[in-house]
């Protein structure tokens, strides 16, 4: 990973990407949307909120893609493990789940971006991009509070 100004990771070195998701067709398909753009690189897969907090432990990927609905250990406390023993993996939730508190949950522990899966195809990249620059990426039906920030 290239460090930038104000730590925005730039794009001279690859980005290294841990998923965690317990649906592995819904992790090969997140696969196919990050090949899209050649600097992005999946390190590791997970299926479960304990293995998401050992891997990150284990290889401090740049970035984090996390489901909130996983086994063992829910992606909300996976994430404020990680937090502690990977802080410098940005984290993305890409879930199922819409609920604004949820967001606003996960915004306060320190996850950057919030992805719906149904939009993941038009905002998957958009968030990583947005994420990777150290801004906020959450779906504009989903900012209920006026902090929360979109890419545009």
Same mark, same amino acid.
């Given at each position: 990973? #290239?460090? %930038?100004?104000?730590?925005? @990771? %730039? #794009?001279?070195? /690859?980005?290294?990407? +841990?998923?965690?998701?317990?649906?592995?067709? &819904?992790?090969?398909?997140?696969?196919?949307?990050?090949?899209?753009?050649?600097?992005?690189?999946?390190?590791?897969?997970?299926?479960?909120?304990?293995?998401?907090?050992?891997?990150? /432990?284990?290889?401090?990927?740049? +970035?984090?893609?996390?489901?909130?609905? $996983?086994? #063992?250990? #829910?992606?909300?406390?996976?994430?404020?493990?990680? =937090?502690?023993?990977?802080?410098?993996?940005?984290?993305?939730? $890409? /879930?199922?789940?819409?609920?604004?508190? $949820?967001?606003?949950?996960?915004?306060? @522990?320190?996850?950057?971006?919030?992805?719906?899966?149904?939009?993941?195809?038009?905002?998957? $990249?958009?968030?990583? =991009?947005?994420?990777?620059?150290?801004?906020?990426?959450?779906?504009? =039906?989903? %900012?209920?509070?006026? &902090?929360? @920030?979109?890419?545009?």
């Amino acid at each position: 990973m #290239n460090v %930038c100004l104000k730590g925005a @990771i %730039c #794009n001279l070195a /690859t980005v290294r990407i +841990l998923i965690v998701d317990d649906f592995e067709p &819904w992790r090969r398909a997140v696969c196919s949307i990050l090949q899209q753009d050649k600097d992005l690189k999946v390190i590791c897969q997970g299926s479960d909120g304990l293995e998401a907090v050992q891997k990150s /432990t284990e290889l401090q990927p740049d +970035l984090i893609l996390l489901d909130i609905g $996983l086994p #063992n250990l #829910n992606g909300m406390e996976a994430a404020r493990q990680i =937090r502690k023993v990977a802080p410098g993996s940005r984290i993305i939730f $890409l /879930t199922s789940y819409d609920d604004p508190e $949820l967001v606003q949950e996960a915004l306060r @522990i320190g996850v950057l971006g919030f992805v719906i899966k149904s939009d993941a195809a038009s905002d998957l $990249l958009r968030a990583v =991009r947005a994420v990777l620059r150290n801004q906020r990426f959450v779906p504009q =039906r989903l %900012c209920s509070i006026p &902090w929360m @920030i979109q890419d545009s």
